[in-house]
Nanobody
Framework: QLQLVESGGDLVQPGGSLRLSCTAT????????IGWFRQAPGKEREGVSC????????YYPDSLKGRFTISRDNADTTVFLNMTTLKPEDTATYYC????????????????????WGQGTRVTVSS
């Protein structure tokens, strides 16, 4: 059974960069859509990036284009989220999610009930 583990969260100063990792165990990510979501205290969960392993297409909300980049390793076991020019409002717990329904995850930022979630990794942007 597919399980996801995020890592890389840290305290970083505004303007800094960070790379998060989402590592799969129990199965590879081949054929899945992989998304990164975040949730800050008191705020709704929001999607920040999505990648289709079928064709390599990447998706971002307009507000984050240019600062966040999603990528994967050649073995389809790890997906990365590179974040640059970080701002205090990027502070949140970041989760990765794997879903077989690409349109639901990447097109609507709405993971299906069958999606697999990681436990999250905390990112704090503060001076």
């Amino acid at each position: 059974q597919l399980q996801l583990v995020e890592s890389g969260g840290d305290l970083v100063q505004p303007g800094g960069s960070l790379r998060l990792s989402c590592t799969a165990t129990g199965a590879t990510l081949d054929g899945y859509a992989i998304g990164w979501f975040r949730q800050a205290p008191g705020k709704e969960r929001e999607g920040v990036s999505c990648l289709s392993t079928v064709d390599g297409s990447a998706y971002y909300p307009d507000s984050l284009k240019g600062r966040f980049t999603i990528s994967r390793d050649n073995a389809d076991t790890t997906v990365f989220l590179n974040m640059t020019t970080l701002k205090p409002e990027d502070t949140a717990t970041y989760y990765c999610v794997a879903d077989t329904l690409r349109y639901s995850l990447c097109g609507r930022w709405s993971p299906s009930s069958r999606a697999s979630w990681g436990q999250g990794t905390r990112v704090t942007v503060s001076s």
